[in-house]
């Protein structure tokens, strides 16, 4: 199968994220995904695209988030880009340390700073890398397909 994309603009608000779960669903509909893999995507998508809101464009719903959503024959991608503020350098060095959730959920003052988006976003995807390039904060999100 070759590769498959599309990619869609949404203004930076919260508003939005029905917008955004609704084509990643449509996206992968004639895929016939595990719907807990599909989900996986989703919460992650969506805690990237709600931490892009609130933390880089500070809910600035004149700033956009382009998305681009693709497959192929092993993989689902997903990439966010936004000209927002970038995560700081200290934060994504802390991550790059954290193996898995080693937090403790129940217990907020475990948490990292600034919550547990970037960790769940890590744990429910196969990769994720984070770059800034021309002005633009670029995340993807990886999810491989499960070997048939």
Same mark, same amino acid.
């Given at each position: 199968m070759a590769s498959v994309s599309t990619t869609l603009s949404l203004s930076a608000s919260l508003s939005?994220?029905?917008?955004?779960?609704?084509?990643?669903?449509?996206?992968?509909?004639?895929?016939?995904?595990?719907p807990a893999l599909v989900y996986q995507v989703d919460?992650?998508?969506?805690?990237?695209?709600?931490? !892009?809101?609130?933390?880089?464009?500070?809910?600035?719903?004149?700033?956009h988030v382009i998305i681009t959503l693709s497959h192929d024959n092993h993989c689902l991608t997903l990439t966010l880009s936004d000209a927002g503020t970038a995560i700081p350098d200290e934060v994504l060095r802390d991550l790059g340390r954290s193996s898995g959730l080693s937090?403790?959920?129940?217990?907020?003052?475990?948490?990292?700073?600034?919550?547990?988006?970037? !960790?769940? !976003?890590?744990?429910?995807?196969?990769?994720v890398s984070y770059f800034t390039?021309?002005?633009?904060n670029i995340m993807t999100l990886i999810k491989f397909f499960p070997s048939e």
């Open positions: 939005r994220l029905a917008e955004l779960s609704n084509a990643l669903y449509d996206f992968v509909a004639p895929l016939a995904l595990d919460l992650a998508s969506c805690e990237a695209f709600t931490n !892009i809101v609130k933390h880089a464009v500070n809910y600035d719903d004149s700033q937090p403790d959920p129940l217990i907020q003052s475990s948490w990292p700073e600034g919550g547990m988006g970037l !960790i769940l !976003i890590r744990s429910m995807m196969d990769d390039k021309n002005g633009r």
